[in-house]
Nanobody
Framework: QVQLVESGGGLVQPGGSLRLSCVASGNTGIIYTMDWYRQAPGNQREHVARIHGDGWTNYLDSVKGRFTISREKMENIMYLQMNSLKPEDTAVYYC?????????WGQGTQVTVSS
């Protein structure tokens, strides 16, 4: 079993920044791949960013150059630094990992970008 806890969401004005955190705990070793997803009201959940244990990353096109995914070395802790936020970034952001045969999701953290 893996437990995922996100934090760091909130209300921010357009152009502002937020930093999300995700801590994975449970009976695991180091989780190689960790992801951020988001879901806006009325939309499907979409993949935002991925990071591998070797540091490889990839991003949703619309967040490239504005968001940065990172993780603590040899820890199951992941971050999403979000800069130059836009109203269309408003969503619930979820941490996701795969461990063994199962998918695990956090409870989500709300990010609202509004003036």
């Amino acid at each position: 079993q893996v437990q995922l806890v996100e934090s760091g969401g909130g209300l921010v004005q357009p152009g502002g920044s937020l930093r999300l955190s995700c801590v994975a705990s449970g009976n695991t070793g180091i989780i190689y791949t960790m992801d951020w997803y988001r879901q806006a009201p009325g939309n499907q959940r979409e993949h935002v960013a991925r990071i591998h244990g070797d540091g490889w990353t990839n991003y949703l096109d619309s967040v490239k150059g504005r968001f940065t995914i990172s993780r603590e070395k040899m820890e199951n802790i992941m971050y999403l630094q979000m800069n130059s936020l836009k109203p269309e970034d408003t969503a619930v952001y979820y941490c996701h990992v795969v461990w063994g045969p199962s998918d695990y999701w956090g409870q989500g953290t709300q990010v609202t970008v509004s003036s």
